[in-house]
């Protein structure tokens, strides 16, 4: 339960942010929750679903307004891919983002914790 | 765990960096992903704008009074405004809305600042045209307009509706090839306007590379048989003003045997190609001369079932998407009501109609272009040239090249002479004369005609108009028809244009230009209707001076003048038709020459042969171009072959690792002149040694060739794969030449030849067709291929290529005011509201 309020709070915080900033924000919201997230939990893997599923949210409220699967399909005409992996891209790079800027914040801190024990013990 | 983290720590840095990289910055061809596929403000976006509002209200700034543009549901738009700037303002405003970025990429063409769009690669292609001279030639044309004239004023209010809309910009309405490219729209610049009337100018009239290919000729065969293979006069004259003469006239003459190699013509051509360096056009020179093949031609009322005049136009130029022109209705009560299209860019109606005139366009094709061999004080940085014993100083021009996010990435100085750009290679320096670079009165003339109350008046009105020449046809209310080829034709000093002249001597100057009254004209001729397809406009006999050289073959002229001396009760619909009739006139010249030979062989030695063969196959074509027609891709073949074995003269030295290319094709009227002479000696086939060909030998040879080409490559004749709907299509490229944006395979009623010609790549044909009848109501019928709108997602997109291709039209509205049009037909309504 814990873990499904944090997913959807992040993708809120992934969604919101996206549509007020900008795609840039989303490492920042994912280093951030990377800093938060309970030690030692891998806050990368929900950084990484969190932020696709806030673009997909946001990419079903625009096919709403307009055809939104043909438009994927010229765009795979044009880069000889196949229509769907275009919205996949659009799924894989936030999701990407936010899982590695997660998981170098997640790191340093580790690394940081993990020194700052092997001060106190030794 | 440290060691692990670490390691992990390493790889998410690794990736966020890369991943950030392809986010921010362009990779390869690709835009910066991030703002590409962000979801609300990336390429996704542009979903969301792909249709119009059914009704909205936008207030424009610089309005004097309200706008109401109605969209009917063609996507045309009907512009009522009270003056002629408002007009010009809101159609400005809409063209925008559909066609921002093709406005964008045409005039980035015409200025060579194609890098800032689409990055370094480009940079060859602005360095050509910027040597061209047209963005220099616009920005003194539009600096010499007085900016309180009517037509200065109207460009720039047209600039501002053009700006309001790009200012207002939300993320959904910036065009898809924007975002492929990573690009944002620049403002619009009044100017611009004029950089598209020299892009037309520029695909309309240069043709640098056709003197140097007759140079080469000369070079190969000697100057007298160069001029009678590409000779000044067409070889058939059916002249677009009438001659007099009820048929074709054939002046054919013996062509002389090839000559000694000239060396001095070599010298010349290799000097010119040096000079001319990357503008000379690279493309094979085996193919007949590529020419624009458009039509018009216009009825009097006398020989129209209605008893009212009628009028057809098509000009044939590169097919695109979105389509080259743009169908627009402007109303200014009491002063302006045009119909028509409009090049994006350009404030007003190209070719069209108002209440009381029509008019359409077909290409002159004069010669407009002269060369000039300059003396220079300084081979590296010249400053002057030399005339008459005289320096005079050269004009000096900085152009910087600049690509993505104003990078500079090179300069040039560009020099210009009196006579216009400067072009130095090796060494040797060029000037070039160019009448699209002196135009000056199109956008008045434009103007002016729209408001024409009868030929007469448009007439008048046109007569400032420059550059490139068209042949304009009219036809108004009162059953006047006319025909004239307007724009500035020099007077070359020696009565001819062929040659690459003394910069050193003014005398080689254009002594003048001919004079409006001398341009080939006709007005209410005796024979009830006049038409021109890019023939040669005036009989020789009539006008022996120069004018230009190598006319294309007319073949389109003999078969619409055939049309229309035939049917003396011509109906808007017969207009229509013939548009995209499929008889041929080439066919019926040349394939009785080739039953013919047969029918002899047949009766001296016999035969059996695959040339009896694909003689019977011939024998039974109708010589149409249908889609279904199963017999005509075999003439077409049975002509490639005679035209190859015919010029096997004309055939350069092989280039390395490669075959020998011809240096030139004559005209298919020169091979139908040569084929009158069946003794000739170009008949011979040198390659075939010791045999000695006649006309006949040739003919039967190239009737195997082409069967076997043809069996080879479609199969057995009633396969189904002679089909000419499976082997002639149209393809409509979009501006990116990016096939998921673009029609291609469309298959085309017509061939090379055909009143709706197409051959080559299928990149070029009827870019509008337009049908008027000028009763007391105007009845207008229309098609192009496209659509209004440059989305490719909108349904306005493609939505009239289906009509296009079947040669259909469409009836199109001409409403007084906006209370006529009918509810139904109304596709959206924009009201346009000055700013408070």
Redesign the interface.
Known sequence: MKRLISWLLLSLAFLLT??LL???AL?VVAAVWGALAAYPVRP?RLAALSAATA?AA??AV??T????L??AA?????FALPGFVVVL??LI?PA??A??????V???R??LT??AR?AESG | MQRSALIRGAVSAAVLAAVLHVGARRTGPLPPLGDFLDPLRGVWAVAGSAELAEREAVSLPGLEAPVEVIFDDRGVPHIFASTAEDAARALGHVVARDRLFQMEFRWRTAAGRMTELVGEDALDFDRYVRGLGLAWSAEREFAALDPNSPAAREIAAYAEGVNAWIDGLSPQDVPLEYRLLGARPSRWEPVYSVYLLKLMGWDLTYAVTTDLRRLRLQALVGKEAAAALAPVNSPIQQPIQPNGERRPRFDFAPIPPPGEPDRVAMRRADALQAALGPLVDSRAPEAEPATFGSNNWAVAPERTAGGQALLAGDPHLALTLPAIWYEVHLVIPGELDVYGVTIPSVPYVVIGFNRDVAWSFTNTGADVIDYYEEELDDSQQPSRHRVDDQWRPLEARVEEYRGHGGRLLATDTLRFTHRGPLITHHDRSLSMRWTVLEGAGETIGLRRAARARSVEEWLAAMEVYTAPAQNMILADRTGTIAIRSTGSFPLHPDGSGLEVRDGRMSASDWAGFWPVARYPFAIAPQQGYLASANQQPIDPRDDPTYLGADWPSPWRAIRINALLMADSTVTPDAMRRYQTEPGNARADLFLPFFLDAVRRQAAGEGSEGPAREAAELLAAWDRRYTKDNERAVLFEYAMSELANRTWDELLGSAEEGGRARRVYTPSSAVLASLIHQPESVWWDDRRTGDVVEDRDAILLASLEAALERVQDRYGEPDGGGWRWDKIRHANIYHLLELPALSALGLPVQGGPGNLNPSSGRGAYGASWRMVVELGPQVSAWSIYPGGQSGHPLSSRYVDRIDKWVAGELDPVLFPRAPSDLDDSRVASVLELEPER
Do not use: D, K
């Open positions: 996206t549509a900008g795609w840039w490492p990368w673009w946001l990419l625009g096919a307004g307009g055809p939104l043909e438009l010229i765009l795979g005409g044009v891209l659009a790079f990407l983002l899982w590695s800027a997660a998981g170098l997640a790191a340093l580790a690394t993990e020194r092997a």
